[in-house]
């Protein structure tokens, strides 16, 4: 049974940081990509980062409003992904989750920015 476990969320003020952790289990971790998701209130889900498996090379991407502040990142020995948030905008604001293979979801994190 694969399940992915969101924590490191919270509250901060603007211009503060978080670190995201997802830790999976029940599942091959290393030779997956991860997705992190978030979703704001009133607002669909969006794709925040991937980062492909090593043997992909494990190449990064992120969406535009996040890059250059965001930071995705794999530990494949604790089956566990990372987004390190810096630079926090009110508009992160958002419930943050992990994804694996398009079916697995984690439960979410909160993520408020606000002074």
């Known amino acids: 049974q694969v399940q992915l476990v969101e924590s490191g969320g919270g509250s901060v003020q603007p211009g503060g940081s978080l670190r995201l952790s997802c830790a999976a289990s029940g599942i091959t971790f290393s030779i997956y990509a991860v997705r992190w998701y978030r979703q704001a209130p009133g607002k669909e889900r969006e794709l925040v980062a991937r980062?492909?498996?090593?043997?992909?090379?494990?190449?990064?991407y992120y969406a535009g409003s996040v890059k250059g502040r965001f930071t995705i990142s794999r530990d494949n020995a604790k089956n566990t992904v990372y987004l390190q948030m810096n630079s926090l905008k009110p508009e992160d604001t958002a419930v943050y989750y992990c994804?694996?293979?398009?079916?697995?979801w984690g439960q979410g994190t909160q993520v408020t920015v606000s002074s």
């Open positions: 980062i492909s498996s090593i043997s992909s090379g494990g190449t990064t």
């Open positions: 994804n694996m293979l398009d079916n697995y």
